[in-house]
């Protein structure tokens, strides 16, 4: 079966330093990758996508970046963390062509930028 | 910009009543609506995925209707129970990879 492992569960950051958080899919290949944030009060806004390795779609402006090393490894990053990154993100995956895109989501990370 | 709209945002509801609320979506280019359930402290699951004018859905006491026509689609709690609380959102997909998620019903059961 299928699982996805993201980390770490909660993270307390200063304005300007960097961030890396990773997620990773077990038992499935070739996946449709994504990172979310849900900020305090507002949905689920999309990030970052990929359809592969080294595949990357940015969905809104921001400060973060998002890189595929491998085929079922998605990084979110950023060089200098702002108040305003502060928020809940949320890895998810999606199997290429079948169920309607039904998306299987992580853990997720709680980010405080202080 | 594609507008994925929920009412009402939360929602307090007795234990042992039913409960309905709504997803609204643009109905053009329309592919598949889905609905997730989210727990606190868990990730988001799956409920449904509906893709046809008409389709109804059934998971227990969970059922949802979707309106492709006009663009909305309804989920439904019949007999709330506590294990119901949680925040249910929908999300359009117009066919391709990405979905755009509304911004969720908080429901709370009140034991």
């Known amino acids: ?5 993201q ?6 950051q200063p304005v300007g330093s960097p961030l890396s958080l990773e997620c990773t899919v077990e038992g499935t290949s070739n996946p449709n990758l994504y990172w979310y944030r849900q900020a305090a009060g507002r949905g689920l806004q999309l990030l970052f996508y990929s359809v592969g390795i080294g595949q990357i779609s940015s969905e809104v402006p921001q400060n973060l970046s998002a890189s595929r090393p491998q085929d079922r490894q998605f990084i979110l990053s950023s060089k200098k963390l702002l108040l305003s990154d502060s928020g809940f993100y949320l890895c998810a ?8 895109n039904i998306q299987y989501f992580g853990a997720g990370t709680r980010l405080s930028v202080l | 910009i594609l507008n994925v709209e929920q009412s009402p945002q939360s929602l307090h ?3 042992g009543d039913s409960t309905n ?3 609204s979506f643009p109905s053009s280019n329309f592919y598949a609506l889905h609905w997730y359930r989210w727990e606190t402290a868990k990730s988001p699951e799956a409920l449904f995925v509906m893709t046809l004018n008409g389709d109804e ?7 949802a209707t979707l309106n492709t026509k006009e663009g909305y689609s309804y989920l439904y ?8 609380s949680a925040t249910y959102l929908c999300a359009f997909n117009f066919g391709n990879e990405k979905l755009t998620f509304g911004t969720g ?4 059961i009140i034991p």
């Open chain 1, 1 to 5: 079966s299928q699982t996805i492992h």
């Open chain 1, 7 to 12: 980390w770490p569960a909660t993270l307390v």
């Open chain 1, 93 to 100: 995956w999606s199997e290429k062509g079948v169920a309607k």
């Open chain 2, 13 to 15: 509801v007795q234990e």
């Open chain 2, 21 to 23: 609320f709504t997803c």
């Open chain 2, 57 to 63: 859905k059934k998971k227990g006491r969970i059922s």
């Open chain 2, 77 to 84: 709690i019949k007999g709330s129970q506590p294990e119901d």
């Open chain 2, 105 to 108: 019903t908080r429901l709370t």
